[in-house]
């Protein structure tokens, strides 16, 4: 059966049933200029949500035990992978080689002066730059982007474009939202704000981790 038969069947598969937010949604193809992005959290949100990595099924993961206010539409980027070619790059910046991937999908916060009331939603964004963030021994870098075309941060190029302000804010919530009252250990930091073009070479990097998980789990 030749490959143009089976395209009717690939469409009807696809209305018939969701697609998986990490293995089943295509980036885009003008990546990494612009990204199709999987959004789990929102501001508003009072409970951290996240994707379930078997069923692709938006679950709880925890309540937010403090008030803690994510300050930017927050999900991931489908089809990527935080594996060895990511993990490389904090290895070698902060000469610690005990660093490996965090096994997850690249997250990514999008800003918006839209209010966005829920998750579990597809957008388009821009990548600007990022953090270079350590969680324990783990790679978690946390892209930032803004939603294409928006009023407000639409015309935003680079990370320098966007007010100190926000960047600090992002930054104090992804230092704090795990921390508990009384103890003094802790787990995240973030070593240096990166530009686009640095973001740009993490995503690629990350799809080729995506494309190499996708090869060994498929020979296992």
């Not at 679950?59 to 991931?76: C, E, H, M, N, V």
């Not at 250990?185 to 690629?204: M, W």
Request: charged share 30%.
């Amino acid at each position: 059966m030749s490959k143009k038969s089976l395209d009717p069947i690939g469409k009807l598969m696809g209305l018939r049933y969701k697609s998986h937010p990490w293995h089943g949604i295509e980036i885009g193809e003008n990546l990494p200029e612009v990204l199709t992005c999987f959004v789990e959290m929102v501001p508003t949100d009072t409970v951290k949500y996240e994707v379930d990595k078997a069923s692709g099924y938006l679950t709880i993961d925890r309540p937010q035990k403090f008030s803690s206010i994510l300050p930017a539409l927050y999900g991931f980027i489908p089809q990527t992978y935080c594996g060895e070619k990511v993990a490389q790059i904090s290895r070698e910046s902060l000469k610690r080689n005990e660093i490996v991937g965090d096994g997850d999908p690249l997250d990514i916060c999008i800003l918006t002066e839209k209010e966005i009331t829920h998750g579990d939603i597809l957008v388009q964004a821009r990548p600007i730059g990022g953090f270079r963030m350590i969680d324990g021994n783990e790679a978690d870098d946390k892209i930032i982007a803004v939603l294409k075309d928006d009023a407000v941060y639409g015309e935003y190029k680079d990370i320098t474009d966007c007010p100190a302000a926000v960047v600090n804010r992002l930054k104090h919530y992804f230092l704090t939202y795990k921390d508990m009252p009384g103890d003094e250990t802790h787990r995240c930091e973030i070593t240096h704000i990166y530009n686009k073009k640095e973001a740009h070479d993490l995503i690629c990097r990350a799809v080729k981790d995506y494309r190499n998980f996708i090869e060994r789990t498929l020979f296992e």
